[in-house]
């Protein structure tokens, strides 16, 4: 087995332990309607969704781990968010994730947020860079993923054409090239970041980072064709989250973190600025291109 396989495979073993206890709870509880199988649909982005039946990510985990309380399991499929929203308007699935700061429409029902989505600015913590806003990228070194200024708005559009700036197809190389100080500043989501930077070792540590709180958060939820269901799920993730099954699986992909800065209430995501100290909410955030 190569050391590639290797890792993979003792990943996959600490996210099955961690998801077992959780999944063996679940079916007990709603053992005798397990035979009610939905249809889900989503798209492959590691390690919010990861296309394999046991350990799917952190957004599908708590999908389906929420659905198996209410009597469920689920089957998934794996294409464009695009493409996948409109199966399920179209009646073709019965729900997708993750789906971005959208509402509820005909056959189309938005759940509360699942996780939050945190796109950060990452810098080395010992060259004490200190920006304030994105527009002071502009006189660094920056490196990302491939189709970031569709993401992130105007001013990062701008920053992207007067920086030394590098999209990378393969975002599991932006942690390592921030290490090795190849640029000044890495832009991902956090627990992209995170999960890509400890695929080895979950024990890595975080404090050579500082963590630039320049773009606000997204909530990610799930989509239903049927209303019912979304407001079962609702009240039962609700009560997943009061648990501890809840951050179990977000730390079987990306390992324990020390202190978390965004606070997800319901609907209400607030967002505070590292270094500002405020607070601001973002429970309106303009739609990402991510569902496209």
């Known amino acids: 087995m190569s050391g590639a396989q290797s890792t993979q495979a003792r990943v996959f073993k600490r996210i099955s332990n961690a998801l077992a206890v959780l999944l063996l709870v679940s079916t007990h509880v709603c053992f005798s309607s397990l035979n009610q199988t939905l ?4 798209s492959e982005g590691p390690p919010h969704t990861i296309n394999h039946p046991e350990h799917s990510g952190i957004d599908l985990d708590i ?38 700061s959208t509402q509820d429409s005909k056959n189309f029902y938005i759940s509360d947020p699942i996780v939050t989505y945190k796109p950060m600015v990452f810098s080395l913590a ?23 200024p569709g993401y992130f708005g105007e001013a990062f559009r701008k920053m992207s054409e007067q920086a030394v700036y590098r999209e990378s197809p393969d975002m599991s190389v932006i942690p390592q090239m921030l290490v090795k100080s190849r640029y000044d500043y890495a832009v991902l989501d956090q627990y992209i970041f995170y999960y890509f930077y400890r695929l080895k070792d979950k024990r890595r540590p975080l404090t ?5 709180y320049l773009i606000p958060p ?34 079987a ?40």
């Open 253 to 292: 992909y990306i390992g324990k973190v020390e202190k978390m800065m965004f606070a997800v209430n319901g609907t209400n995501v607030s967002w505070q600025n590292q270094e500002t100290g405020k607070i601001t909410d973002f429970s309106s955030v303009a739609a990402p291109h991510w569902q496209r």
């Open 218 to 251: 997204v909530p990610a939820s799930v989509a239903f064709k049927e209303k019912s269901l979304r407001d079962r799920f609702n009240r039962a993730l609700a009560q997943f989250k009061r648990g501890d099954g809840y951050q179990q699986i977000i730390e």
């Open 126 to 148: 010992n060259r004490n860079l200190t920006p304030r806003s994105i527009d002071e990228l502009a006189n660094h070194s920056v490196i990302t993923f491939q189709g970031a």
């Open 39 to 42: 249809e889900l649909v989503s």
């Open 208 to 212: 050579l980072f500082r963590h630039h």
């Open 63 to 100: 999908t389906k781990v929420v659905l198996a309380q209410l009597g469920y399991t689920v089957r998934l499929e794996f294409v464009a968010l695009g493409r996948a929203e409109k199966l399920v308007r179209t009646g073709q699935y019965d729900l997708m994730a993750p789906i971005f």
